[in-house]
């Protein structure tokens, strides 16, 4: 069953919608929705289970990609741009290959739709040792948190999905369900054959992750034949982050063709 997703808009044009990594959320995405929305209309979502957006049991990239379709239809945009990265990038590209008529263009960040060996279980685990009612402020969590999770940048990305609730710290992600749905997100749905792509797609990669390296674009071009690569110097799996500028001005010359 769809969820109604929660959307932050902004800008004028075209429909473009982003779709954020394990973790994340519209907020992380602000920065670039505010550049890309001097050219387009951009819709940047939080995914089920991320963000604002409703909590639910089931977290499979199916039941994503069915919220991001039914958010298209619900507001008429198809075809649309669909920016994708990671998880998000998974999930705009089932929906490009089980509804094509829905997307015009796709980028996808940082990913390739294939399974990947590593898990996100050890950082779920982290949050879930962390006793919320006992923390007084934001830097108690960090500290309970540095022991299992020392990389700065980690722990500070992590962090944005606390919230204050009725005056205490909650987590806005539902560790719960991530947890249950962790194979599946570190896979990608078996699709008949002819599941095919054929409109314009940019698989965008950082130079310093393995995540969409040389070996993945024959996966990718099985599914996209029209697929075109990029990779941003300087940049890990957190592209748009780590190297924005560079990111933005591949994305905005592929986008504006």
């Keep these: 069953m769809a969820v109604r997703l929660h959307g932050v808009e902004t800008g004028e044009g075209p429909p473009l919608l982003i779709l954020h990594g394990l973790f994340g959320s519209a907020r992380n995405w602000g920065g670039a929705a505010r550049r890309l929305g001097e050219r387009w209309r951009v819709h940047a979502l939080d995914l089920r289970n991320h963000g604002a957006s409703p909590w639910h049991s089931a977290m499979a990239y199916e039941d994503i990609a069915g919220d991001v379709q039914a958010y298209i239809q619900e507001r008429s945009l198809a075809p649309c741009l669909i920016l994708g990265h990671s998880m998000g990038g998974k999930a705009a590209m089932l929906l490009s290959l089980q509804s094509p008529a829905l997307v015009e263009r796709l980028v996808v960040v940082d990913i390739a739709p294939v399974v990947y060996g590593h898990s996100h279980l050890p950082l ?77 797609a940019l ?30 110097p300087g940049a890990g799996h957190w592209v748009h982050a780590e190297q924005p500028d560079a990111f933005l001005r591949v994305v905005e010359s592929f986008l504006g063709e």
Aim: cysteine-free; glycine content about 6%; charged content about 30%.
């Design 124 to 200: 779920i685990e982290a949050m879930r040792s962390v006793d919320l009612g006992a923390a007084a402020r934001r830097a108690d969590v960090d500290a309970a948190l540095r022991e299992r999770i020392p990389d700065d940048a980690m722990r500070l990305f992590l962090l944005q999905n606390l919230a204050t609730r009725d005056g205490r710290l909650v987590w806005r992600i539902n560790l719960e369900a991530l947890a249950a749905g962790m194979d599946r997100l570190l896979g990608f749905p078996e699709l008949a054959a002819e599941a095919i792509f054929e409109q314009p």
């Design 203 to 232: 698989f965008v990669a950082g130079e310093l992750s393995d995540y969409l390296g040389v070996q993945r674009r024959p996966a990718v071009l099985r599914r996209f034949p029209a697929a075109r690569f990029a990779v941003i």
